[in-house]
């Protein structure tokens, strides 16, 4: 295959939930969409986040034309403080999603950053790309889907969507705009989060609906914690509050803050007079308080937390309340949450969360959704993006079923190539696209070698062994030191140390006795006989890291 | 409170999913109800098992008469090799319990333990306890509940059961023999797993209309995954194979176990010539094949993990493989099962789980189940059993639902003691009921101390230092020396822990300047100055072990 004049590259969000981002490169240029971030897996022990790994838009820094963010999510815009660091390149977004994306550069002293506001009546014109913006609804208001004219044909990526029919803030989908397209888009990346769910997704006012109900019917003070990206859930809360008569207080860093940038920039309509301070709201009549929370999923630090655990300088749960989570568990947040909904009920709390009362709406299309989206566009080509493998396969399914050929069906995976040759698109090869790691301050320094060490240290702790030798003598100079961490408790483990200590003493009396003095012979000796013997007395294998000192 | 005659302390199973056991003590007996065991949450790391802590039933062993088990599955009896390490009573069980614990005590190879048979239409009596066995429907089968008759009253328990109105062995709970008690108890405990699911769980045989289906529609082989104890569940797999002209070849060391087991005591009837072994089928046309295995929680080293990674030394998954995951993911698997399912999908197979086929119903009564069991037995107290504290919860709010007064309903913890009064039962007290972790060969030995140990481990690692002084000249000798593991890279860090050795030489040398020699003094000085130092540089905590070795 001739080398492609037209080359689209995931470096994230295929076979994962997170850390979303695409590059769209033409001969002469490049662009980016979104940069998103991941949570760690449970197993990437004391990892903060997990970033795509984008070397290869570093690489080409000099062709990156622009960044183009489609929503204000983290998983689309987290990555974005640390690609600034290794390149510059203008950032386009809508209102909202800018206004997002500042407040979390700030945060990293970031600035000289190019910021173009992105009306999606307007399009976007490089040299060999028109990019128009296409408003979908989604769990935070402002998305855009984008559909890309290149000289070798159109390309349409759905950003993160749902159709719902009469959404809060009144801006459907525009579904006529997509529409346009149809019958003429090359290649049509879609959002693939619930591929695997029957139907429709229900409407963000059918939640609207329950927290009024619900909230009408609490007699002492609410709690309702969310997203605090979810404006329109927000809102909805605020709304429902007003109706009921309560003022509202929020709560938590984050919610404080885009409820700020919200009702800034005129997304969240918050009626006069309707919030008061935290401070305030705690003299006032608990029944006629709603406080506004983060903390949905169980973040042990988070506001509702520490309510919940009675460590809040504020407030604190008390028996009669109600709590509200209007949210899902994040996949791998499922036991946090289950942890704190267990708390509230301790405090006396009335609970109520997702599977529970119908105080949550997905914002992600289902499959009625997905297959109509795939029959207004009707792409030659199709590859389902955001989301796991299985989401992935499922949305691939859909495609099938609306009678795609399977070969123009592209499930990809990150770092795979698609090119684009004449009148197909074919992955033609895969480029290095895993995961970078931040760890404090660390990005990247951090490899599958020190989480392998973290994991066998999680398992079975480790073992500090300190001998002196005195090598002109070849004598051990007084009794071995064992230190251990997270091996086995120092008192009820006493003679299996001090036997241990024996094991390495004779060790290293029998190398001394046959060999030259050899550190790396005698470390690797020490690790082995008292790797077995720990093994057969205990079962475990800690890690060991003997030491000897020569004097 | 005059000391009670009768006490009831669940030691396990209460706020908690898992290691249900109770105790029931009467002035001169004691009986305990199961003895299971809990797998270890995430932050549990390195722990294999989690038992109830059972010291206050090792300490009365003489008034001990015997350990009921109510089913055979392992948060019911996984404990009991551990318990009988420390103690000798008679274990009562139906036969297909009893045949299950039997082959897992010979594993532990636990010899001389007393089995008692339970039939069902027999009471056992002791001196102040009659103990009656009521058949209940579960997801394995004979299950039962229990009335115990005492001085002060009845005590009924439920086990673990649903309501399957037409289950797969034609044995259904018996309701009139709960409702006979009606009226007349003083105490129920029932199972509150599923108290938050509205409505009816559907019938087991729902789940074998959904199998055969999806089997009669396979073309090339066919996998099911299921739990080894789900003898119904293996009972449909087989009967569906056996309609579809399939042979059923059993696959997993737990599987091929129990099958063995269920079939010779006459719970699973093999039709003969089913069944074939793993290397016959092998040779077989895919089309005639359906494998029965392990693996349905995502067990990284499970038959079916084994068979989708490619390093089942007999079978493995290939396109157009049909695998049907016939289970859910237990709260905490969540992750595991959903790598599973894309391993399966990249290796080309139709995967069908829950979410997205009625391949699974649960065990465990739902709403209107345990209402009506509350309503078939009308209890004067009731004790929600067997549960999340937020499923107690729940349980608790049918009960009031159908007129209970909240005060004669307990929502207690492990270790409450629940003492009888005349016609009362109230919390008196509390005893010591938490955690034993076994990890290799310690029961017990591992306490919070090391988790904790190994939590920070896992996070950032671990730094070692050794520095050799000479006492005399109060000198540094050498440079210290510094290890790390699962901290940083060792080479991308080379100028920090070159840095870092500096910061240690500093340190004491400034220490041997001013003070005299105190170890503790130095090393605490080494870890104060050291962790300021890794924290100030990489936001990292590292626990540092220094040692200072004397010359």
Redesign the interface.
Known sequence: MAKAKLKIIPLGGL?EVGKNMMVVETESEMIVIDAGQMFP??EM??IDLVLPDFSYVVKRKQKLKAIIITHGHEDHTGALPYLLRELRAPIYGTKLTLGLIKSKLAEHHLSKVQFREIDPEKSLKLQSMKISFIRVCHSIPDGVGLAIETQLGTIVHSGDFKFDQAPVDGRSTEFDRFAAYAGKVLLFMSDSTNA?SPGYTEPEKSVGVSLRDLISRANQRVVVASFASHIHRIQQVIDAAVVCGRKVAVCGRSMVNNVGIASELGYLKIPKGSIVELNEAKKMKPSKVLIMSTGSQGEPMSALSRMAGKTHRQVEITPGDTVIISANPV??N??SV?RI??LL??AGAD?YYK??SDVHVSGHAAQEELLMMLNLIRPKFFMPIHG???HL??HALLAKKIGMSPKNILVAENGDVLGFDGNSVRITHKIPAGMTFV????VG???D??IR??????????C?V?V?VNTHTKQVVGRP?I?S?????TE??SKLIDDAKTVVLETIERELNIKVFDQVILRNEVRRTLSKYFYD????RP?I?P?I?E?
Chains 1, 2 share one sequence.
């Open positions: 076979g897996e449970e022990y004391g695997e996949p791998g499922e036991k289950s909904i267990d009920f301790k609970v599977s529970v796991e493998y299985r396969k499922y760890d404090g301050l660390g320094d951090i490899g070698s020190v060490d973290r994991q066998l240290l999680a398992r079975d702790g480790i500090i300190v002196i030191e230190n961490k997270g091996f086995t408790e009820e483990a007395k205990t079962k475990r890690i890291i030491t000192v004097i």
